[in-house]
């Protein structure tokens, strides 16, 4: 059985930052595409970084510059850090591979973005 399982999320104030981490049991992500996604509240999930197997970043139009994917191949760990944060930014962050590959998702991460 596959889990990910996403942490680091909280509440922070807008211009502040986070770090968000996902961790993977029962397989490994290291061959794959790695993605976040973020669901706001009302919204559909989105995908809005994600990263090669190389290390090689896309980002959404609205984090580029503020986001930055990473991950370690040997720890199967992927991160996002999170600058100049907006309200916008509020909702569930999940990470999976937008290959396709895990079907399950986590519990997901949850930032609030408020003053």
């Known amino acids: 059985q596959v889990h990910l399982v996403e942490s680091g999320g909280g509440v922070v104030q807008p211009g502040g930052s986070l770090r968000l981490s996902c961790a993977i049991s029962?397989?490994?992500?290291?061959?794959?595409?790695m993605g976040w996604y973020r669901q706001a509240p009302g919204q559909l999930r989105e995908l809005i970084a994600s990263i090669t197997p190389g290390g090689s970043p896309n980002y959404a139009d609205s984090v580029k510059g503020r986001f930055t994917i990473s991950r370690d191949n040997v720890k199967d760990l992927v991160f996002l850090q999170m600058n100049s944060l907006k309200p916008e930014d509020t909702g569930f962050y999940y990470c999976?591979?937008?290959?396709?590959?895990?079907?399950?998702w986590g519990p997901g991460a949850q930032v609030t973005v408020s003053s």
């Open positions: 029962g397989s490994s992500l290291a061959i794959y595409d």
């Open positions: 999976n591979s937008p290959s396709g590959v895990f079907r399950s």
